[in-house]
Nanobody, 125 residues
Framework: VQLQASGGGLVQAGGSLTLSCTAS????????LAWFRQAPGKEREFVAS????????YYADSVKGRFTVSRDNAKSTVYLQMNSLKSEDTAVYYC???????????????????WGQGTLVTVSS
């Protein structure tokens, strides 16, 4: 499975941006999908995820109420709508896919089998 993330860019604080991540397979509906981010000098951290069956969503506390994760299985794509962006949201954003073969929390990077290449989001204050 290959994941291609896009949509990053430069935006002013308070602005909005939507990231997309498209998978190379049609059966992405069997995968949990997530977004992580990594700021310079920091570890990769969980942002949001959406499960494969029920579409249950999970968010990091830092983005709750501002970010929305969604998926379109027909397009093999997961989205991250980001509103009210802050300078601390500046990071490389990665999408990830979980086939369910690894147990663990959706918040942990180890659970995910496949990763996209990342897309840079820069929020200017």
């Amino acid at each position: 499975v290959q994941l291609q993330a896009s949509g990053g860019g430069l935006v002013q604080a308070g602005g909005s941006l939507t990231l997309s991540c498209t998978a190379s397979i049609r059966t992405i509906n069997f995968y949990g999908l997530a977004w992580f981010r990594q700021a310079p000098g920091k570890e990769r951290e969980f942002v949001a995820s959406i499960t494969s069956r029920s579409g249950t969503t999970y968010y990091a506390d830092s983005v709750k109420g501002r970010f929305t994760v969604s998926r379109d299985n027909a397009k093999s794509t997961v989205y991250l709508q980001m509103n009210s962006l802050k300078s601390e949201d500046t990071a490389v954003y990665y999408c990830a896919a979980d086939r369910g073969s690894v147990s663990g929390s959706v918040y942990d990077t180890d659970k995910y089998d496949h990763w996209g290449q990342g897309t840079l989001v820069t929020v200017s204050s």
